[in-house]
């Protein structure tokens, strides 16, 4: 599967392409830095500066290189278009999680996986609220975003998902 114009939609919303790098606002120590719409890794460091161009490329090759592989080879189960694409925005927010413990560090090891994997889609969309939190804090932004994945999960639209993100306070 690929990610919708939904879903990318929904990402973009969220991620808000910057074009110089900057610190994790919501981290203790900053990292991990990120640049363009939301990319981490070991190139971005204070001081880069990319092109929207190359913002929307770096975009693109993480969608088809890590996350949405990452989402299919996780998933044993088949999915709609807006379960798929709320998976993969959560993964790209809070990690895969592809290893070998069982500590929920992001998606692999979740519970939302497990009841997804159950086919227990509507328990798995109540699993969505419960990742609001950075660094042990509760994240307005966080809690919005899990707000607009869980209503791409149960069927919604970007535009609708993204209204009910800007409901919650």
Request: aromatic content about 8%; some cysteine.
């Amino acid at each position: 599967m690929k990610t919708s114009s939904n879903g990318a939609q929904v990402l973009h919303y969220f991620e808000q392409c910057r074009l110089e790098a900057y610190p994790d606002p919501g981290s203790a120590d900053g990292h991990p830095w990120t640049i363009g719409w939301g990319d981490t890794g070991p190139d971005v460091k204070p001081g880069l500066v990319i092109t929207q161009d190359e913002a929307d490329a770096r975009f693109a090759r993480r969608l088809e290189r890590e996350f949405e592989p990452g989402v299919m080879s996780l998933v044993k189960v088949p999915l709609t278009q807006g379960q798929f694409d709320a998976l993969v925005s959560f993964a790209y927010n809070v990690g895969l999680d592809i290893d070998t413990d069982t500590l929920a560090e992001g998606l692999g090891d979740s519970t939302l996986l497990r009841k997804v994997n159950a086919g227990d889609f509507a328990g798995a969309a109540e699993e969505f609220p419960k990742w609001n939190k950075n660094d042990g804090k509760v994240m307005l932004g966080l809690r919005r975003r899990r707000a607009a994945e869980r209503a791409l999960f149960i069927g919604m639209n970007g535009d609708q998902a993204i209204a009910v993100a800007k409901a919650i306070n």
